[in-house]
């Protein structure tokens, strides 16, 4: 458990607190660039990191992330003209770059040199195969983009799918790096792991993956920490000597990472990750994404991997905040929970992972009180990261050192694995080459 001091230390993320500051250390995956679509195009309100923000692409395709008050007189730049590259406020007509500088100022004479003294708050954004980023920190420039394998190959560009969580940022992330609920939430009766609607499964999810996971449902973890963050071996013995390995990174400041199934040479065919990024202290931006390295997915897999993760489908946008992030399932229909499936086919009767995880989540408060909960030894790996993130945002608090990973984008060339090995077997030397993101030893 944690002290209460502790725990408002983890979750509390606005401005000015400690976790907050060391969030602002790295880049945010922000929007998806579909979100805006063309240059010129409304505006989209944001939250990040307790702030009220305004995206938006200019004339020039460059995408700007705003103070959502106009510093005039406190409007919302929502409403703004996106016109000749700057967003200009509808109620004076005050307008601003992509940078925060005023570039016009016309209810002021034309001698007044005032705009030249007046910025909005601008953070700078950067566009990388589909996906938006923001850097909201100190650093002039700014560091670099992190090496996710993902991220990095415009001619594999991942399956990636949004949800908004209603609850704190840690306590989503901390479900992704329990490895022992897998094995509950997630079965279906006949004791195997389900992904989706009974008999529909995930492309590339196989049956012998299944089988592995259920071998052994207390896995033994051993977790080391790592110049990254730490990563974890969640250990199943399969009763013949061998013993499968769910190899799991956790990357600063809230990257996880999953392995999906392997082929018969220990390969991981397709993996798993997500970024758990904090809007505010009660409600997280999920951003998850499916790669798979040998090859890219099809837009028919694409489309069955989403009716997957989100049978229900996405409420209509409301431009708020997340708002082509909110999930039709949600607290409001019990996440459309059918109790006659849970009876007969499904352990929780939620269709799909996501659902199932965000329904357990939520259900906690929106900020768990860590001070009144019992962590067993299947939680090492929860125990670990909490220590390595309360370590590094006192470290940046009191002494201005600089978290993992900030200035080195090579960190992040990580991939999860999942092996067969002997029994005492030394995981982190057998798998190293395998954990290396861009080693595919399977294409020949």
Known sequence: MLTREDNDLLTRVGPGTAMGSLLRQYWMPLLFSEELPEPDCAPKRVRLLGEDLIAYRDTSNRVGLLANACPHRGASMFFGRNEGDGLRCV????????????????????ESNFKHKI????????????LLWAYMGPQTP????????????PDNIPFMWRSLRACNWMQAMEGDIDTSHVNF?????????????????????????????????????EVVDTDYGCVYSAKRDQGN?????????????FHTMIG???DEKNMVTSYNGKAWVPMDDDNTLILEWQLRPSKPWSAEEKAQLLRVRNPWGYLADDNQPGGAWKL????????????DLQRTKLFFGVLSNPLQDGAVQESMSPIYDRSKEHLGTA????????????????????????????????????????????????????????????YSPMVS
């Open 142 to 153: 700014p560091p670099p983009l992190p090496d996710l394998e993902f991220n990095m190959q």
């Open 241 to 253: 000597g061998t013993e499968y390995h769910r190899i799991h990174p956790f990357i600063f400041p």
């Open 119 to 130: 910025r909005i708050a601008a953070y700078e954004c950067r566009e990388r195969n589909g």
């Open 379 to 438: 939680d090492a790996m929860i125990i670990r990261v909490r220590r390595r993130l309360l370590e590094a945002a006192k470290a940046l608090r009191d002494r201005g050192a600089i978290p993992p990973c900030v200035n080195d984008a090579t960190q992040y060339r990580l991939r999860p694995v999942g092996a067969v090995l002997p029994k005492g077997t030394d995981w982190i030397r057998e798998t190293a080459d395998r954990r290396r993101a861009f």
């Open 328 to 339: 039709a399932a949600n607290a409001s229909n019990n996440y459309q929970l059918d109790y």
């Open 185 to 221: 939430l997630h079965s279906n009766l006949d004791r195997v792991e389900t992904t989706t609607v009974p008999g529909q499964a995930m492309p590339g999810m196989r049956g012998a993956f299944r089988s592995l996971m259920w071998a052994d449902a207390s896995p033994k973890l």
């Open 260 to 262: 999906g199934s392997i």
């Open 91 to 110: 109620y004076h007509g005050w307008k601003f770059d992509v940078t925060g500088t005023c570039t016009d100022m016309p209810n002021e004479p034309a």
